[in-house]
């Protein structure tokens, strides 16, 4: 689906004798965020010069400049009091930790849905409504941005997808919309969109020597997007590349769906999922419920599958196995809360099939001594109908602006699951005479939104 981000009214003008108001650009990612703000030293650049050496990134956290989006709410925090939880890396350690509380990651995938409005419960009898966590994300990043400039700032650029939802401008509108309030009820009174890939395209542009049309692929955790665009170093002081954009197209398929896909094609399958019913004569077999694990192995459902009635019903499912040991490691990793530990074995699994050839899934946690060993062609056989969906994006792409592939002379990559090295060559392969060209995966987008931010408010 193709999408374009609401266009805000272009600042004020400063005037001359007042100094430039701060502000940052914020890449609210799936898996993990970054913010660029201006270099301490930020000047003007000379026409047709980069721009991308007066951006800075800001260290979130132990000097790093990005940080995992992920929040961690500890059960023991006082009653009554506004929950303060743990963020980033914190959060992950707290939750490996093994501390008594609730960690959410992929809060990017609910905008567009109705969970964005719906209120979850985060321990110790309380319960926040999801948007507000999100938000809750945003006031930290704020507060280490704010931290970092030694300022206030209230005027920010934000990064969306191309498409927040798939094929539904209604509710793709709606995600937008909910990341704006949330924005909004941290502090930030001036925002301005620009699509992620587009982002990218503008980091790239400020290594150019020469002309090039360039195919962005922008890869992360939710979505993959894709941006056709011309780009150039005479272009690089307009504020409008409306009309060098060809086109945008994307699919809400990332790397969190390919933890979900290893997840289901192994790691479940370890739990029960596919397993038959005890057999009655002249009955057909049939599978035992799905439902429990597809949300098992999707991030951001996880923590549904604990509620108390969940459980219950689950319990009562015990004869329905015709293998016991299925249903007694599935109320394992539900009563001791083990999702999203199976998630980041899925995730580690993924990363690992891929670089060494070989992924050992440890499952230890379940059930002492469970294991499971991947191979590089058995995680590419899970993830294949993911690959082959974001592959006819990125030519779609093509096709949408009315051009021949072999006129594309580069493809830029950016986004954490571009290091999957077999879906980056299928990408590349669409365009026969297209130079692939690595982006910095983490940080490529928040720079090019920095530049977007640059030109807007300085």
């Not at 509108?173 to 949330?182: D, G, H, P, T």
């Not at 790397?255 to 094609?265: C, N, P, V, Y």
Request: proline share 7%; aromatic share 4%.
């Amino acid at each position: 689906m193709s999408s374009t981000p609401r266009t805000a009214r272009a600042p004020r003008t400063t005037p001359a004798s007042a100094p430039p108001r701060p502000w940052c650009a914020i890449d609210f990612g799936t898996s993990n965020s970054a913010v660029a703000v201006p270099s301490p030293a930020e000047g003007t650049p000379p026409p047709g010069q980069p721009l991308s050496g007066d951006i800075t990134l800001v260290p979130l956290e132990q000097g790093l400049v990005t940080m995992p989006t992920a929040v961690f709410f500890r059960s023991d925090d006082a009653p009554g009091l506004e929950p303060r939880p743990d963020v980033g890396r914190a959060a992950v350690q707290a939750y490996v930790d093994g501390l008594d509380g609730r960690l959410m990651r992929s809060m990017k995938s609910i905008l567009g849905s109705s969970l964005a409005e719906a209120h979850t419960d985060i321990g110790g009898g309380r319960s926040l409504r999801y948007l507000d966590i999100v938000s809750g994300y945003l006031r930290e990043l704020k507060r280490r941005t704010e931290q970092t400039l030694g300022q206030s700032v209230d005027q920010a650029v934000l990064g969306r997808p191309v498409s927040f939802v798939d094929d539904d401008p209604a509710r793709d509108a709606q995600a937008q919309r909910a990341l704006e309030a949330a924005a909004r009820a941290v502090g930030f009174r001036t925002l301005h969109f620009q699509l992620e890939p587009m982002a990218a395209a503008l980091d790239h542009e400020s290594t150019l020597q020469a002309p090039q049309c360039v195919l962005v692929a922008d890869i992360g955790g939710g979505t993959s997007d894709f941006t056709l665009v011309r780009l150039g170093p005479q272009l690089r002081q307009k504020l409008d590349r409306r009309d060098d954009v060809l086109a945008h197209h994307g699919v809400h398929i990332a790397g969190t769906d390919f933890d979900r896909r290893l997840s289901l094609a192994t790691l479940m399958r370890c739990l029960g999922l596919g397993a038959h019913r005890p057999a009655r004569p002249g009955e057909l077999p049939r599978e035992v419920p799905s439902g429990i694990y597809f949300e098992l192995a999707t991030w951001h459902l996880i923590n549904t599958v604990y509620a108390p009635a969940r459980l219950a019903e689950v319990r009562q499912m015990r004869t329905w196995y015709a293998q016991p040991e299925h249903h007694r490691r599935l109320m394992t990793v539900l009563t001791e809360r083990l999702g999203h530990s199976l998630a980041a074995c899925a995730e580690q699994g993924k990363i690992d099939a891929a670089s060494q050839g070989l992924a050992r899934l440890d499952m230890g946690l379940v059930e002492s001594g469970l294991a499971l060993d991947v191979s590089e062609a058995e995680a590419a056989q899970a993830i294949e109908s993911d690959c082959e969906a974001i592959e006819r994006a990125a030519a779609e792409t093509a096709r949408r602006a009315q051009v021949s592939p072999e006129t594309v002379d580069a493809v830029y990559l950016t986004g954490g699951s571009t290091g999957l090295a077999p879906l980056a060559r299928r990408i590349v392969a669409q365009f026969p005479r297209a130079r692939a060209i690595r982006g910095d995966p983490f940080a490529s987008v928040a720079r090019g939104l920095g530049v977007h931010a640059q030109r807007l408010f300085a």
